[in-house]
């Protein structure tokens, strides 16, 4: 015999993230975070497996990694039901990330997932781009990866 939870009204983003990842097959208690990064620069990879090796090797965080918006759009559809912070560079060949956001936060309705956007261009025109696409945070590059991590584990 199983058991079986109702719940009554709405969910907070944070209770939606634990119901969502109680779902991985990990001790009670413990939750993976999943952060798909979308960026056109295949060597950003490499740079976040080394800033969060500690992260990765203790199942805190996992990432995946997306070349395009279109990319990370496939990716989003085929994974709906897991809890994917989205960090995206704003600038990219084909779908930029500023179209990126306003498609998620279109599409994935009433709880969309939280996205990021990161660019070289650290002026008040981008900070307000992004602002006003639907981004939940702005970063510049080169990334702070202290100020990111800080940012990650509030998004949680």
Not at 16 to 45: E, R
Not at 101 to 109: A, E, G, L, P
Request: charge should be neutral; charged fraction near 30%.
């Amino acid at each position: 015999m199983g058991s079986c939870l109702w719940f009554s009204g709405f969910l907070s983003p944070i209770d939606s993230f634990f119901l969502k990842s109680a779902t991985n097959d990990l001790p009670f208690g413990q939750f993976i975070m999943k952060i798909l990064v979308v960026d056109d620069d295949q060597k950003l990879k490499g740079l976040f497996e080394q800033r969060f090796r500690r992260e990765i090797r203790s199942s805190e965080m996992d990432f995946v990694f997306a070349v395009s918006g279109e990319e990370a759009l496939t990716y989003l559809g085929d994974h709906e039901k897991e809890n994917i912070i989205v960090l995206s560079d704003m600038n990219m060949s084909g779908m930029s990330g500023v179209e990126l956001v306003k498609t998620i936060k279109s599409k994935y309705q009433p709880r969309p997932p939280v996205v990021m956007l990161m660019t070289a261009y650290a002026d008040s025109r981008s900070s307000e781009t992004a602002k006003t696409s639907g981004a939940d945070e702005f970063l510049t590059k080169p990334v702070d990866f202290t100020l990111l991590k800080e940012k990650l584990k509030k998004s949680r």
